[in-house]
C-alpha cells in the first residue's frame, strides 16, 4: 500500500510539473506570435517603402550615368561623379538586400531562386557603405582565407552591415574591429570582434529579441539582429556570441558546406586595412 500510494503521488507530482511546462510553453509561444505578428507588419511596411524609394534611387543613378559620358578625360567633377555614382550603386544594392532577402522573408515572402554572391566581397562592400564614419577613428583587421568559392545569398549582406553598424556604435570615440573568414570542418566561419564595453549574460539573452534595443528612442527600432537571426536561419546556423563586460563582443556566423559552389580553399592573412 505504501509503495502504491508513492507510485500515486509520483504521479500526481510528474503531472503537476508537465502542465506547468506546458503553460510556460503556451505562454512563451503566444509571446512570439505576438511579437511576430509585429514583426511581420514592420517588414511589410519596410518593403513598400523600400520599393518606393527604388524608383527615383533608379532616376537618379540614370542621370549620374549621363553626367558621367557627358564629362571628358580625367577630371575633378569626374572624380566626384564617379564617387556619387559608386555611393549610389552601394545604395541600391542595400535596398534590393532588404527587399529580396532580409524584409520580404519574415513578411512572408520568402525567396527561392539562387542568388551567389562572393563572400568577402560582400563584407568589403559592407566595409564601403561606413567607409565615410569609419575615416581615422577605427582600425579595421581582417583576414581572409583565399579562393573562397561563391556562396548562396539569403541576406548576408544584410547580416554583416547591421554587425558592423552595431561595432560602431558600442565604440563611438573609435577602437578596433577585427574581421576573419576562416575554414571550419562544417563550412567557413565569419567572425566580427569589436573592443567596445562588451554585455552582460542578461544583456546577451536578449538582444536577438524583436524590438528589443539598448539604444535612445529614435535611434534604433530593435530588429536589426532579430532579422540577422532569421537570415541565418535560412542556412539552419544561428548566430554566435562572446562577449565579456569590458573585453568587447564577437559575432560568429556559420556558412556551411552547403551553401558554397565547389572551390579549393586556402589560407592567407591581411595586413591591418583602413578603408
Not at 563550412?187 to 566580427?192: A, I, L, Q, T
Request: hydrophobic letters at 40%.
Amino acid at each position: 500500500f505504501a509503495r502504491q500510494l508513492c507510485a500515486y503521488a509520483c504521479r500526481i507530482v510528474s503531472d503537476l510539473v508537465c502542465l506547468q511546462v506546458q503553460r510556460q510553453e503556451q505562454l512563451r509561444s503566444r509571446r512570439e506570435e505576438t511579437a511576430l505578428e509585429g514583426f511581420a507588419a514592420v517588414g511589410k511596411l519596410a518593403t513598400g517603402i523600400v520599393e518606393v524609394l527604388e524608383t527615383p534611387l533608379r532616376r537618379v543613378c540614370v542621370t549620374a550615368d549621363l553626367f558621367l559620358k557627358r564629362l571628358q578625360g580625367d577630371s575633378v567633377a569626374k572624380e566626384w561623379m564617379l564617387e556619387i555614382r559608386n555611393g549610389l550603386n552601394r545604395i541600391a544594392a542595400i535596398a534590393a538586400s532588404l527587399r529580396s532577402c532580409g524584409v520580404r522573408a519574415l513578411a512572408g515572402s520568402f525567396i527561392t531562386d539562387r542568388v551567389c554572391t562572393d563572400l568577402c566581397g560582400s563584407i568589403d562592400e559592407c566595409l564601403a557603405v561606413f567607409a565615410g564614419r569609419i575615416g581615422g577613428r577605427y582600425q579595421v583587421t581582417k583576414r581572409y582565407i583565399d579562393l573562397v568559392p561563391p556562396v548562396v545569398d539569403h541576406g548576408l549582406q544584410h547580416v554583416f552591415t547591421n554587425i558592423l553598424k552595431n561595432a560602431l556604435d558600442v565604440m563611438p570615440e573609435g577602437g578596433t574591429i577585427e574581421i576573419g573568414v576562416v575554414r571550419d570542418i562544417e563550412g567557413v566561419k565569419v567572425s566580427f570582434r569589436d573592443h567596445g564595453p562588451g554585455m552582460p549574460d542578461t544583456l546577451r539573452n536578449r538582444i536577438f529579441e524583436p524590438f528589443f534595443t539598448t539604444k535612445g528612442p529614435g535611434e534604433g527600432a530593435g530588429l536589426g539582429l532579430s532579422i540577422c537571426r532569421e537570415v541565418m536561419g535560412r542556412y539552419r546556423t544561428d548566430i554566435g556570441i562572446e562577449s565579456v563586460p569590458g573585453q568587447g563582443s564577437t559575432f560568429t556566423l556559420l556558412i556551411p558546406r552547403s551553401a558554397f559552389l565547389p572551390a579549393v580553399v586556402h589560407a592567407r592573412d591581411c595586413a591591418a586595412v583602413k578603408p
